[in-house]
């Protein structure tokens, strides 16, 4: 069995700066791209970035310049410095990773993260 247990969220004041870490354990075989999501209330769950096995990152627009996706493939975990934060940022952030365990090697499937909530408030 998989699972993605996530920290690193909580309070923070405008201009401040979290890094959320979400950690991969369990029977993996292999983990390919890593990605966070964010989530407010009513509305749908969105891409924040992502980054593939050999390190390539993806970012929304409105957040490349203050946040940064990283990896550490040795440890299966991915991370999210989030740096410059505006109290739009506050949300419910869940790691979303696509890997395969070691039952079916060959069968990728994509595996949630149980959420961590960021709120940015004065």
């Known amino acids: 069995q998989v699972q993605l247990v996530e920290s690193g969220g909580g309070w923070v004041q405008p201009g401040g700066s979290l890094r959320l870490s979400c950690v991969a354990s369990?029977?993996?075989?292999?983990?390919?791209?890593m990605a966070w999501y964010r989530q407010v209330p009513g509305k749908q769950r969105e891409l924040v970035a992502s980054?593939?096995?050999?390190?390539?990152?993806n970012y929304v627009d409105s957040m490349k310049d203050r946040f940064t996706i990283s990896r550490d493939n040795a440890k299966n975990t991915v991370y999210l410095q989030m740096n410059s934060l505006k109290t739009t940022n506050s949300a419910v952030y869940y790691c979303?990773?696509?890997?395969?365990?070691?039952?079916?090697?060959?069968?990728?499937?994509?595996?949630w993260g149980q959420g961590t909530q960021v709120t940015v408030s004065s």
């Open positions: 979303n990773v696509d890997l395969a365990d070691t039952h079916y090697p060959d069968k990728d499937f994509a595996l």
């Open positions: 369990g029977s993996i075989s292999s983990i390919n791209e």
């Open positions: 980054i593939t096995s050999d390190g390539k990152s």
